[in-house]
């Protein structure tokens, strides 16, 4: 199994810029995760789906952070405009239901200057 | 926000020493699960454990839960190089969510 597959891995991008980032979970799992990791707040939740429906998304630090699960294969967090302070590593992560563990992918690694 | 507070935040040990990490939590739970973060990489599972259980191992690895307390710990025993990454220890509740606590820095010298 590839695992949580991300992309980009790395994105440098100005402020003002929109920012897509993708994740594809692992098959079969049916819950889907974003975090966000920076060194002043550490890992927090953005927002999860469900059999791709959205479950909680008070995370979502604002209206410029939108995210969408088309299919079970296929998610995307967008933000747009981007701001320098959104700078951090985005993290992807999958787990089939029922399970507790939560399988993480590489991470898309943000710089907004 | 973040439940779960680690202690200590960094921790240098000699391979071959045993590790110890500890993390309290705030709120009730229904399992507690620890992963590992090597530098620019993912989490890594590493071992749940549930509110009415009170040890579990796995292989190197021995964690404990007090929920009276609100703390658990995770052990590993004679610690490798290849052990030097972040431990998070992440709560889990009523919903799906896993709530991550600050983090240990191990760093583990040959």
Same mark, same amino acid.
């Given at each position: ?18 920012? %897509?980032?993708?994740? #594809? ?5 049916? +819950?889907?995760?974003? &975090? ?24 979502? =630090?604002?209206? /410029? @952070? $939108?995210?969408?699960?088309? *299919?079970?294969?296929?998610? %995307?967090?967008? !933000?747009?405009? +981007?701001?320098?302070?959104? $700078?951090?590593? &985005? ?14 992918? =590489?991470?898309? /690694?943000?710089?907004?200057? | ?6 202690? =200590?935040?960094?921790?240098? !040990? ?9 993390? $309290?939590?705030?709120?009730?739970? *229904? *399992? ?6 090597? $530098? ?11 509110? *009415?259980?009170?040890? #579990? ?21 004679? +610690? ?5 990454? +972040? &431990? @998070?220890?992440? %709560?889990?509740?009523?919903?799906? #969510?896993?709530? @991550?606590?600050?983090? %240990? ?6």
């Amino acid at each position: 199994d590839a695992g949580v597959i991300q992309s980009p891995r790395h994105e440098v991008t100005e402020m003002g810029q929109e920012v %897509t980032l993708r994740c #594809k979970p692992i098959s079969g799992h049916n +819950s889907l995760f974003w &975090y966000r990791q920076t060194m002043m707040r550490g890992l927090e939740l953005l927002i999860y789906f469900n059999n791709n429906v959205p479950i909680d998304d008070s995370g979502m =630090p604002e209206d /410029r @952070f $939108s995210a969408k699960m088309p *299919n079970a294969s296929f998610s %995307t967090l967008k !933000i747009q405009p +981007s701001e320098p302070r959104d $700078s951090a590593v &985005y993290f992807c992560a999958s787990r089939a239901q029922g399970g507790g563990t939560q399988y993480f992918g =590489p991470g898309t /690694r943000l710089l907004v200057l | 926000s973040q439940q779960g507070e680690e202690d =200590p935040q960094a921790l240098s !040990i000699q391979e071959g020493e045993n590790a110890t990490m500890n993390c $309290s939590y705030k709120t009730s739970i *229904n *399992n507690l699960q620890w992963y590992r973060q090597n $530098s620019g990489r993912g989490l890594v599972h590493l071992i749940l454990i549930r509110s *009415n259980e009170r040890e #579990k191992h796995s292989g190197r690895l021995r964690v404990t839960l007090d929920t009276s307390k609100k703390s658990s710990s995770l052990l590993i025993t004679a +610690s490798r190089a290849a052990d030097t990454a +972040s &431990y @998070f220890c992440a %709560t889990g509740g009523d919903t799906d #969510k896993l709530i @991550f606590g600050t983090g %240990t820095r191990l760093q583990v010298f040959p």
